[in-house]
């Protein structure tokens, strides 16, 4: 079992940045593919950025050059940098972990944070 807790969600202007952790339970963290979605209101949750056990990356087109996502298996921690934000950009992120490698498809996620709001203003 993992659970997941997403912080450092907020209110930023455009072309600002955040820093979004998500602190992960259980001693099994670095065997797990991490991965990041988004669900903007109105709309379904969609992927963000995915980062397996061995530390490749994967991300969405709309956020490539913009965010970077890493892991640091020593704190069970996965990070979300995200820089130059667009309005667009304006989400619920959510933390996500899988033992399928790496297409990091909604379905395939075992388990889920809660969220963290991060608003973006023009």
């Known amino acids: 079992q993992v659970q997941l807790v997403e912080s450092g969600g907020g209110l930023v202007q455009a072309g600002g940045s955040l820093r979004l952790p998500c602190a992960a339970s259980g001693r099994t963290f670095s065997s797990y593919h991490m991965a990041w979605f988004r669900q903007a209101p109105g709309k379904e949750r969609e992927f963000v950025a995915g980062?397996?056990?061995?530390?490749?990356?994967d991300y969405t087109n709309s956020v490539k050059g913009r965010f970077t996502i890493s892991r640091d298996n020593a704190k069970n921690t996965v990070y979300l940098q995200l820089n130059s934000l667009k309005p667009e950009d304006t989400a619920v992120y959510y933390c996500?972990?899988?033992?399928?490698?790496?297409?990091?498809?909604?379905?395939?996620?075992?388990?889920w944070g809660t969220g963290t709001l991060v608003t973006v203003s023009s």
């Open positions: 996500a972990a899988t033992t399928t490698c790496c297409r990091y498809y909604y379905v395939d996620m075992n388990y």
């Open positions: 980062i397996s056990s061995t530390s490749r990356t």
